[in-house]
């Protein structure tokens, strides 16, 4: 999976905030480097507050670095004009958070159809899409039911398919099991690297949670700003 072209890069990001005084800065990440392959598993664990959803924010170019550039694919995003990033990230990058943010009035399928919505398609052609990964994932009977109506568990594999609407090549997630018990998180994990597999997307996982960190290809650990690599790929 070494010899597999670079999916997302980060080249010697920084980022820092003002401390609440004003005075300081809060140097959260210096010089941090990361190289995701296609359909690579990537992991990051490290401590709260450390800095993982900064990050993740940054790889999907939600937010900006300091210094330092992001790739997606290779094409540096901070070349692109904001329309050009929203539209790109739209097709290209698929987000799953520990809170499901799906939309509370709309059903698990129109949920699903949203991104494509979003990126000018018709639902007529988004529908039979989003059925099919609510049918992979195990919901086909949950299809027209609200969020309010499901699980965690379930929601949460409502905002996957969400995620994998417009095939992206990368999935950011950030604590996607972190409101999960176990047995719903090894689920999760499961259906995660299946449609790594089917799929052929890399994803970026941030966790707290050592074993589902280790069902990854590689694992990095950020601390001090910067991520040092625990397992590879
Ligand atoms: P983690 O996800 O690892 O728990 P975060 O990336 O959320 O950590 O936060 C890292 C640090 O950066 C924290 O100290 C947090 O308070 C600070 N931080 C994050 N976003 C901002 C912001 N927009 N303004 C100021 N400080 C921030
Ligand atoms: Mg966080």
């Known amino acids: 999976m070494n010899q597999s072209s670079p999916v997302l890069q980060a080249e010697s ?8 005084s004003g005075k300081d800065k809060l140097e959260i990440l210096k010089h941090l480097s990361l190289t995701v392959t ?14 993982k959803s900064t990050l993740l924010h940054l790889l999907g170019g939600l937010d900006l670095p300091d210094s330092g550039k992001i790739y997606w694919n290779r094409f540096a995003i901070s070349d692109w004009k904001p329309d050009k990033l929203a539209d790109e990230r739209n097709r290209q990058i ?27 398609r ?16 195990g919901l086909s009977e949950r299809m027209h039911h609200r969020p309010a109506q499901l699980s965690g568990g379930e929601q949460q594999r409502v905002s996957i398919a969400r995620a994998l609407m417009n095939k992206p090549a990368i999935i950011l997630a950030d604590e996607p ?57």
């Open 13 to 20: 990001i920084s980022r820092s905030f003002p401390s609440s």
């Open 38 to 51: 296609s359909s690579e598993m990537c992991a990051i664990v490290g401590p709260s507050g450390s800095g």
């Open 94 to 120: 698929g987000f799953i958070f520990q809170f499901h943010h799906l939309l509370p009035e709309f059903s698990a399928l129109e949920n699903v159809c949203m991104p494509a919505l979003i990126g000018g």
């Open 122 to 137: 018709d639902i007529r052609e988004a529908e039979p899409r989003a059925t099919q990964l609510l049918e992979r994932i």
């Open 177 to 233: 099991t972190g409101n999960l018990d176990e047995k719903n998180s090894d689920a999760i994990l499961d259906q995660l690297s299946e449609l790594r597999d089917t799929e052929q997307v890399a994803m970026v996982l941030i966790t707290h949670d050592r074993d589902i960190a280790n069902r990854c290809d590689s694992v990095y650990e950020l601390t001090h700003g910067a991520l040092r690599q625990l397992k590879a790929d």
